[in-house]
């Protein structure tokens, strides 16, 4: 499928470049081009080919896949591809055999550009052309086909390459749909941080033997395991909160407002804490002037405090782990 991808970008650029005065000149090079097209194409193919075989080649040996050597061969390559990749998901439907049905498409679509080619060399005859606008002060010519001008034993042609570039198209669009589902589920596996580039990479854009080559070396893993670790990942970076230390009702009494006028305020730090905030632990208010007692009530307090066989009392607090 590639192969056909390329092609049409070198016919992009060179359409701009295809200008003659007559029809045997605008032939001329239009076969120039589309050959030049075909050989650059095929050159690109083959690299991509090449890239890719050694990418699911490498997958395959490592996961211990039999005939790791089918990753090498043209539509075989994208079956292959499919079975690594396992299980797809098909609009909320699983798809055990996603790769075979990509390879079978992409194989009528191959058979049906391959003919239009074919056809495309049949027409392109200086006679079945003719100049339809000639601008003589810009130097600007219009040459078309005239479907008029076939001989019957063509005048098929005409009709069956319009009717086969429509089928084309519906027929790429059913590539696209396989070959998305079949790649979203090959690089969920391996390739779970990106997987919907690298499909963009692979089905829209004809490079899919170089990113099958570039995550060769990567380990298979169950996506929605890795999208559940990352979710609580990302959940306990951004919780502005945290379960208990940090929230809203955990601020107000150890970092609020009301932390700070009972210990940080003016009873703990103001002009009484120098003297009775720090009176020993004491809870006589009137501790700086005496005791009744001679100074025995304090003393009696630590020695409460120190009782070695005093019980512990239980900690009632439900949160106490927290």
């Known amino acids: 499928m590639e192969f056909f991808d390329w092609i049409n970008i070198p016919q992009f650029f060179m359409q701009y470049f295809l200008q003659a005065n007559t029809p045997e000149e605008y032939i001329n090079m239009q076969r120039m081009g589309l050959l030049i097209s075909i ?3 095929g050159g690109l193919y083959l690299i991509c080919l090449i890239f890719g075989g050694i990418g699911l080649y490498t997958i395959a040996k490592r996961e211990g896949y039999k005939h790791p050597w089918l990753g090498f061969l043209p539509f075989l390559n994208t079956w292959y591809a499919g079975k690594i990749a ?13 790769g075979l049905y990509a390879t079978i498409a992409e194989a009528l679509y191959v058979a049906l550009e391959a003919f239009i080619v074919v056809i495309t060399f049949l027409l392109a005859r200086p006679e079945y052309y003719q100049i339809t606008t000639s601008n003589e002060a810009s130097g600007y010519t219009t040459i078309e086909f005239m479907p008029s001008l076939l001989p019957k034993s063509l005048a098929w042609a005409a009709d069956a390459s319009l009717y086969c570039e429509i089928i084309a198209y519906l027929l790429w669009f059913v590539v696209l749909v396989f070959f998305c589902v079949m790649y979203t589920a090959f690089y969920r596996k391996y390739y779970a941080r990106s997987p919907f580039l690298m499909v ?34 990302y959940a306990r970076r951004n919780n502005p909160y945290g379960p208990y230390n940090n929230g809203p009702y955990n601020g107000p009494y150890n970092n609020g407002p009301y932390n700070g006028p009972y210990n940080n305020g003016p009873y703990n730090n103001g002009p009484y804490n120098g003297q009775a905030g720090n ?8 501790s700086d002037f005496g005791s009744p007692s001679g100074g025995n009530n304090n003393s009696g307090n630590n020695s409460g405090s120190n009782a070695p066989n005093a019980p512990t009392p239980p900690d009632d607090n439900p949160f106490s782990d927290f």
Not at 202 to 228: C, H, K, W
């Open 86 to 98: 396992g299980e797809a998901n098909f609009f909320g439907q699983k798809m055990k055999r996603a």
């Open 200 to 233: 963009f990479l692979s089905v829209v854009l004809p490079a899919r033997g170089f990113t099958i080559f570039a995550v060769r070396n990567n380990r298979a893993v169950d996506y929605n395991e890795y999208m559940r670790r990352k979710m609580e990942e």
């Open 279 to 286: 009176g020993q632990g004491s809870g006589e208010p009137f």
């Open 39 to 41: 050989a650059v194409a």
